[in-house]
Every structure is written in structure tokens, then in C-alpha cells.
């Protein structure tokens, strides 16, 4: 009986270090839901800026896309 | 020779989709490899393959009309579309992952497998399929403004909307011959026209109203206010249709599938991270045009037609590129539609009967087709009455996104019930029907501080769902059961299929 080669560090992050990504994946999901779904956010805008925070929000929910992918390395990880 | 010219285009372009799904024509004779096309396809064809599907040619008609006519709120579209792409980041590593260990060919099917219970994936394929027939129909019928602006008035409005029906049931002999890998390949002809040569239409369309003073300063400002507190529409009615976009994106059959077709769970995180900037970039382009064209004459009388009347301003050519830009993206989503729903009622509503998988696709290609023949003969009773089937439309988006809890809490959380799964579905619905009923969309609900029935029916399902699974947990067995399968997407290789006791 043997047990499978360990896989290299690098391709296996720690306990810790995975636990801190997906963290940190849920703070950006929970802050994307704030940033578009919040009412008090859409209350604060009217006129113009009713525009430019629907462009904004989701320009930046469109950039939290690569940052869920570069906090993703891993086959696999949810 | 205007309508030669119009109808020529669609013509040349769906011949063009036809001979590229052709050329990937592979043996598909299992049901597997029918509806998830082989679960070979690359990042780039699953980006795609989500655009098409989603972005349906609605987004041109429908969607850029509320925009025009409604104002900024119309951009709600765009926001809820990107939370469901974050959606599909968060959901790939399980369903793909599920879906190849366990050869999953449909969203039911994964229900099935999650709850191990056979109500659960009928209940659920049930209402996928109830729910997304009047879509389909409305999708065949938006196919009549097409066929009725490219024949430049030679054509009634309600022939355009036969030849509508008629061409869009004949493009789907593919469908039901070529399945899921024939409708992906065709996704990436299709897409690439209806959102890269659409994108440049629409720049263009940009560069010419800022040109000639349609600016938002000649907008109307009632256009650009958000209902808040103190509005008729109610503090939380903009919440609610993002919410509900959100929550019922994935519970769509069709959109759901998409997941299985791709290689791997990174793969569907990468088309997840593509899809996003190009949703973002199309439909904000979109809906600014729709929303700046406002100030158009013509277009407050009918703001349906907001992309044909801008696209007029380039000449028949123009509207003609216009006009292939709304076949390409029905096609998308229309074929999809149909693929899904066929396979589901051959693999999880009649396939459940038996005992045996279903491993033949011969009956998922009959039932595909009688889909589309039950689908085309409703579109064409009802193309005289069609505002009573948006009503119908409105309510069964109400009712799909009920499968949300059962569907998202399954998959991220292990201590959802099968019996918390069929209560919770069924409560949604029977809320959220009799709201919706009461309240018809796109009124909110007063009382409720202006949530629409959609959000209202989740609560309640919500709530259900939670309570059931906590006072009547699972067995010891079937715990141990969903451990195993929630386990099992940690590991590289799976390591449990089922429950041993």
C-alpha cells in the first residue's frame, strides 16, 4: 500500500493560503451584490449620475471577474 | 428590390450557419454526447456559447425598447446579466465537475443527482419546461419585426410574423439533427455577427448622435430618475428586477446546460472571465444608443423599433446588417431553448420512468422536434393576440426563478433535503403566481415596498426551504451521500459516485 505523491507547493497552496483566497472571493462576490444590488446605493443617484453609476458599478463588477480569476490558480477550487 | 436585398441577407448568412455546423457534424448517437456536445468544447466557444444564448435578439428589440421608452432604469438588464456571469464563475467548478463524473445531461438531471430524489429532477424539468415554452414562442414571433422592416413594406405585419415562424422552426431541422456540439459551433457564427459586427453598428450609431445633438441633454429628465423612496413604482422595485434577473438566470435549462459542454470546471471560470468584459462592452453600448436615441423623432411612438429606425439612418444596407444582427442572436437562443427542453423531457420526464438511463439520443431528437412544432403552431395561432402571452411569458419568469433556492442552495450548501427542495418549489410558485396575478408584471407590489411577485414567491421559498431541511435533516445515509459528493470536488480525482449503506 502506498499513498499518492504529495503534489508540488505550488500547485497544492497550504490550509491557510487557501483558506484566504476563498475569503477573499467571497468578499468580492459580497461586494459586487453591494455595489448593484444595494437599494440605498440606487438611491443615491438621479439625473446624469443615474447613468454614470450603472457604468461605473458594473465596470467594476466586470474587473472583479479577472480578480476572482487571479485568486483561482487551482483546477478545481470553488 | 429592397426586400431582395433584406431578405437575401438573412438568407446568406443563415446558409453561412448551416454549412459551418455541417462541417462539425459528428456521431452523436448517445444522449450524452447530444446534449453536452462531447464536454470538449475550449473557453472561447463557452463565452460564446453563453452570449448567444443569453443575450437573445430581444436584447435589439425588446430591451433596447424599455430603455428608450423608460430611460435609465432599462441599464438594470445589463447589471443583473453581470452578476449571473459572476454567478457562473462561483457555480463552474461543481456543475461541470458533477456533470462529467456523473455523465449529467441536463440541469434536472444534476437536481436529481443532488437530492437523490426522483420528484425533485421531474418537479424541476416540469417547470423548466413550462416556463420557458412562452419564451420560446415570443422569441419565434419577435422574428415578425425582422422580416417585416427588411421587406421595406411589401410585407404585412402579420405575414412577416408567419415567415418569422416558419423560418425560425426550419432552421431548427439542425438543431434537432446536430445537438448541442451543432448548436455551439453555430453560437460562435452567430455571435460573432449579432455582438461584433453589432458592437461596430452600434459605435457608429453612437458617433452619429452625439453628431447630431442627442445628447442626454436632449434627453427628456423624467429618463434618467431611478425609483427610490416616495416613487410610484416603490424603494425597492429596482432591487427587485435585478434580483429576480439574477436568481432566474441559472434556473433557465438552456443557459444551465452550457456549463456541461466545456472541457473542464477552469474552462468554465475562463469563459466566465471572457464573457464579462464583452457583455459589459455590447450591452452598455447598447443601451446608451437606446437611451440617447430617445430624442429621436419616431422613436417615443414606438420605442420597439428603436435599433431599425437608428439603423435606417445608414440606408437599406444598414438595416439589412441590422436585421441579420436579431436572426443571428434568436437563433442562438432559440435553438438552445429547444435543444434543452427536447433533451429534458426525453432524459427527466419521460427518462425517469424507467430505471435505466436513458442512453439513446433518438428520443431526445423526437422530442426536440415535437418542441418546435408545438412551439411554431402556438406562435402562429397566437401571432394576432400576442400581448396575452407576454402576460403568460411575465408570469413564468416569475415561476423559473423559484427553482433558484433549490438549485444554488443544492450546490453550495450540503444540508438541503429533497423534501425542503420539492416544498420550497412549490410554495415559490404558488406565491409568486397568485402575486403575480394580482399584481401583474411590471407593477410592483405596494405593500411590499415595491418588490414584484418574483422576489416575494423566493421569500417565502426561501424561508421553506430552510426550515424543512432543519427540522427534518437527512438520514445518516443520505448525509454521508452528499459529503461524498461535495468531497469529491476537492479532490483531482472523484473518489465517491453514491451512498454505500
Not at chain 1, 41 to 57: I, K, M, R
Not at chain 2, 233 to 238: C, D, K, S, T, V
Request: hydrophobic letters at 55%; charged letters at 10%.
Amino acid at each position: 500500500m502506498s499513498l499518492p505523491a504529495p503534489a508540488p507547493d505550488y500547485l497544492n497552496p497550504s490550509g491557510p493560503q487557501r483558506s484566504g483566497r476563498t475569503r477573499l472571493r467571497r468578499a468580492i462576490f459580497a461586494a459586487d451584490l453591494i455595489i448593484l444590488l444595494a437599494p440605498p446605493v440606487h438611491w443615491l443617484f438621479s439625473g446624469q449620475s443615474a447613468f454614470w453609476y450603472f457604468l461605473v458599478a458594473n465596470a467594476l463588477v466586470t474587473l472583479s471577474l479577472f480578480a476572482l480569476w487571479a485568486t483561482s490558480s487551482e483546477e478545481g477550487a470553488a | 428590390m429592397n426586400m431582395m436585398i433584406g431578405y437575401g441577407a438573412i438568407l446568406a448568412f443563415t446558409v453561412l450557419v448551416v454549412v459551418v455546423m455541417n462541417r462539425s457534424h459528428r456521431g452523436d448517437a448517445t444522449m450524452s454526447e447530444y446534449a453536452t456536445g462531447g464536454r470538449s468544447f475550449s473557453s472561447w466557444f463557452g463565452t460564446m456559447a453563453f452570449l448567444n444564448t443569453w443575450l437573445a435578439g430581444t436584447v435589439f428589440v425588446a430591451f433596447a425598447g424599455l430603455t428608450a421608452s423608460g430611460g435609465v432604469i432599462g441599464m438594470y438588464s445589463l447589471s443583473y446579466s453581470l452578476l449571473s456571469v459572476v454567478l457562473m464563475f462561483f457555480l463552474g467548478t461543481p456543475v461541470n465537475k458533477w456533470g462529467r463524473t456523473h455523465d449529467l445531461r441536463t440541469q434536472a438531471d444534476l437536481l436529481g443527482l443532488r437530492y437523490n430524489s426522483r420528484s425533485v429532477r421531474v418537479i424541476a424539468a416540469i417547470i423548466g419546461v413550462l416556463a420557458s415554452v412562452p419564451w420560446v414562442v415570443l422569441g419565434m414571433q419577435s422574428l415578425g419585426l425582422v422580416f417585416s422592416t427588411l421587406s421595406f413594406g411589401q410585407v404585412s405585419p402579420y405575414l412577416a410574423v408567419v415567415i418569422g415562424v416558419l423560418f425560425i422552426a426550419a432552421r431548427q431541422i439542425w438543431t434537432v439533427r446536430l445537438g448541442t456540439r451543432g448548436l455551439i459551433i453555430s453560437d460562435m457564427v452567430q455571435g460573432l455577427f449579432a455582438y461584433g459586427i453589432g458592437f461596430l453598428v452600434i459605435v457608429g450609431m453612437l458617433v452619429w448622435l452625439v453628431n447630431n445633438g442627442h445628447g442626454f441633454g436632449a434627453m427628456a429628465p423624467a429618463l434618467l430618475e431611478l425609483p427610490g423612496p416616495g416613487s410610484p413604482a416603490g424603494p425597492f422595485y429596482l432591487f427587485s428586477l435585478m434580483f429576480t434577473g439574477m436568481m432566474g438566470a441559472w434556473c433557465w435549462p438552456d443557459l444551465f446546460v452550457r456549463m456541461f459542454s466545456v472541457r473542464t470546471p477552469r474552462t468554465v471560470k475562463k469563459s466566465a472571465v471572457q464573457a464579462a468584459p464583452l457583455l459589459f462592452i455590447f450591452s452598455a453600448a447598447l443601451t446608451t444608443v437606446s437611451l440617447l436615441a430617445s430624442s429621436v423623432p419616431g422613436v417615443s411612438e414606438a420605442p420597439d423599433t428603436v435599433w431599425f429606425i437608428m439603423a435606417g439612418i445608414g440606408g437599406v444596407g444598414l438595416v439589412a446588417v441590422a436585421g441579420v444582427c436579431v436572426v443571428a442572436a434568436t437563433m442562438g437562443n432559440v435553438g438552445a431553448n429547444l435543444q434543452a427542453l427536447g433533451t429534458q423531457i426525453a432524459n427527466d420526464i419521460i427518462g425517469a420512468r424507467g430505471h435505466a438511463r436513458v442512453e439513446s439520443s433518438k428520443g431526445a431528437k423526437i422530442a426536440v422536434a415535437a418542441v418546435t412544432l408545438v412551439s411554431a403552431a402556438v406562435a402562429l395561432f397566437t401571432a394576432h393576440q400576442v400581448s396575452g402571452l407576454i402576460a403568460i411569458a411575465f408570469v413564468s419568469y416569475q415561476a423559473i426563478c423559484q427553482l433558484a433556492p433549490t438549485l444554488l442552495l443544492g450546490i453550495f450548501w450540503r444540508k438541503g433535503t429533497a423534501a425542503a427542495a420539492n416544498a420550497a418549489m412549490v410554495s415559490g410558485i404558488l406565491v409568486a403566481a397568485v402575486l403575480e396575478l394580482m399584481y401583474p408584471s411590471p407593477l410592483s407590489i405596494p405593500w411590499l415596498g415595491g418588490l414584484t411577485s418574483g422576489v416575494a414567491g423566493l421569500i417565502v421559498n426561501l424561508a421553506v426551504y430552510l426550515a424543512v431541511s432543519f427540522l427534518k435533516p437527512a438520514t445518516a445515509a443520505e448525509q454521508h451521500r452528499v459529503n461524498a459528493l461535495f468531497d469529491d470536488l476537492k479532490s483531482k480525482t472523484p473518489v465517491s459516485q453514491g451512498a454505500q449503506s
